[in-house]
């Protein structure tokens, strides 16, 4: 048995079955066929068949996100692997662990136009973190394991794996290998002790301390830690939109998301620290606007990450931390703990009392008594009738921001969107691949009418898996944010950005076997969510919520401006 | 200011346009990009020549850094290094030019490795300053084909890169 030799293509489930993998997303074609007669030969893992590549790719991503594990898409050359590549870059930019088997012509056709050939790898490269071409079989499996490990290590990210459909048919001795060692490969991930000395330090002399989290907290299972040393100092905290969850948002230390989107309290707080402790977040254009205007009076700041390119990348820091977020935090937390300084207790007050007066504003206030359904209050009330406990996936634009504002997150993985690349059309396959990880848990998915569309064929492998997925629609008849951003400065020019001609999303949703319900006042927005999460629990629910068109989204930076240059309502 | 990088990298196929896409996707200047296999066939030894701000170049060695297959990175113009640069110059070699264009491969130290009736190969290595005095101190009429290689960087004196 030994030296029993396999094909390629019972490698490449061999290498998945050991590799512990439960779920595959994807889609056959001509190259990859070798490799789906040998999936549906094998019982160690189940493959969902989506109905665009694309979905494979977010399905995988999500599932990513929502467990910790690597994602793995399997996709067929050519279209297929273009297809997967929004999907790619999605998870690139949000630096997602996930592997993509993508098959190629084989080896002797590449470079001959062949049927479905496509310059895969190139036309990936700039978006993985890493990718192959196998062309001897002998290499696949430490292919596929160095895939494995170089996505789910470091600052994670997608690895594609193009394999051609003659190495596929070849064999060898299959044997996969237990470690890998790669000496152009070494991720830092314990920080330096003296920095992380010298941060404790800064910390506690803070007269006005702020502490910023972002994905890494999430990615990097740092949650308990931050929420640890969060509490433990007593210091405001604030978190990214990928961020989201990593410290429960409910608690009072929490001011909000900040950025673009984000609030008074969390912004103002940027803007006049004196010590900034950032952890697994990199200062993006959506986060501070316009590094020249970020928090102009003399500050220090403290920057953990696991990613030495994220550091001093956008705005200059003074105590770099390059290292996994949580040992980085655990090893400051000691280090907090044993000083014999304490923080200043009268500034920490002074510092809260400011913060309290601009929480105060209540830049989250919006009209109550309109008689129109305000897409706020839509997440409100799935808030409530979630028990805060859904696995809430977004699409892009203006609900995504709404469910980013008012579903407060109090425990990572449960916030699941594209945050990087602002990706249309994420959010039911992400929905997908949270359900298959969670058959039992709530999955709520907040779109918009022009999100929805971009992979709404997906509800055709909903209904196949049995997905009770709550499609949480808030239709305001425009593409919303491009509308919004009209309005403000293109003097109400609402170019291309109204959607005419919309199907009946509640005949829609019945036509893909599914429960559809059209809601148009705000008395049936309660009602028709514990419908959906009570009686159709088992379904998949498609609730078209008809809501106040020119809605906008509150408070709002201008691209390009400062932190301080806010709109409000 | 210009930098001159020095990197190992594995010898695989794509690693050099991995460099190449991330200084175009970066928008970071390339001036030159010499690349060759060392004595270890598994490692090839790059050269950038790149301008940038401080923050550019530090960006530029993360990024480099960053690529899976990146062994090792340096940035030469951190300490004293010496370059090189090899150039071949076909220069018209007829009448009056023959013995002149003899006389100032001479005085550059150049060789002259091609003759033809009408023309001479000229074969120069130096810093790239040197290689621009070559051709500015020759008539630019007689110069008829020039190729350089770009630098090639070494640190000085104990300063050595290898894994």
Known sequence: MADMELTGAEIVCSCLRDEGVKHVFGYPGGAVLNIYDEIYKQTAFEHILVRHEQAAVHAADAYARCTGQVGVAIVTSGPGATNAVTGIATAYMDSIPMVVISGQVPTAAIGQDAFQEVDTVGITRPCVKHNFLVKDVRDLASTIKKAFYIAATGRPGPVLVDVPKDITQHSCVYEYPKSVSMRSYNPTSKGHAGQIKKAA?????????????????????????????????????????????????????????????????????????????????????????????????????????????SISKRVRVDVPIVGEVAQVV????????????????????????????????????????????????????????????????????????????????????????????????????????????????????????????????????????????????????????????????????????????????????????????????????????????????????????????????FPMIPAGKGLSEMILV | MRHIISLLMENESGALSRVAGLFSARGYNIESLTVAPTEDATLSRMTIVTRGSDDVIEQITKQLNKLVDVVKVQDLSDGSHIERELMLVKVRASGDLREEMKRMADIFRGRIIDVSDKTYTVELTGPGSKLDAFLQAIDPAAILETVRTGASGIGRGDRIMKI
């Open chain 1, 201 to 309: 330090q800064m910390l506690l002399e803070a007269k006005r301390p702020m502490i910023y989290t972002g994905g890494g907290v999430v990615l990097g299972n740092a949650a308990p830690q931050v929420t640890e040393l969060v509490r433990l100092l007593g210091y405001p905290a604030t978190s990214t939109l990928m961020g989201l969850g990593g410290y429960p948002a409910p608690d009072p230390l929490f001011l909000g998301m900040l950025g673009m989107h984000g609030t008074i309290e969390a912004n103002m707080a940027m803007q006049h620290c004196d010590v900034l402790l950032a952890v697994g977040a990199r200062f993006d254009d959506r986060v501070i606007g316009n590094p020249k205007h970020f928090a102009k009076e003399a500050r220090r700041i403290i920057h953990i990450d696991v990613d030495p390119s």
């Open chain 1, 330 to 553: 655990d090893e400051m937390l000691k280090q907090i703990k044993a000083s014999k300084e304490k923080p200043d207790q009268t500034a920490l007050k002074a510092w809260w009392t400011q913060i309290e007066l601009w929480r105060a504003q209540d830049c989250m206030k919006y009209d109550r008594e309109s008689g129109k359904i305000k897409p706020q209050y839509v997440i409100e009330k799935l808030y409530e009738v979630t028990g805060g406990q859904a696995y809430v996936t977004s699409d892009v634009g203006q609900h995504q921001m709404w469910a980013a504002q008012y579903y407060p997150f109090d425990q990572p993985r449960r916030w699941i969107n594209s945050g990087g690349l602002g990706t249309m059309g994420f959010g039911l396959p992400a929905a997908m691949g949270v359900q298959m990880a969670f058959p039992d848990a709530a999955v709520a998915c907040i779109t918009g009418e022009g999100s929805i569309q971009m992979n709404i064929q997906e509800l055709s492998t909903c209904k196949e898996w049995k997905l009770p997925i709550k499609v949480i629609l808030l239709n305001n008849g425009y593409l919303g944010m491009v509308r919004q951003w009209q309005e403000f400065f293109y003097e109400e020019r609402y170019a291309e950005s109204y959607m005419t001609s919309l199907p009946d999303f509640v005949k829609l949703a019945e036509a893909y076997g599914h429960v559809g319900i059209q809601v148009e006042k705000p008395e049936d927005v309660e009602p028709a969510l514990r419908d959906a999460f009570g009686k159709y629990k088992d379904r998949l629910v498609f609730i078209n919520f008809l809501t106040d068109p020119r809605e906008n989204v």
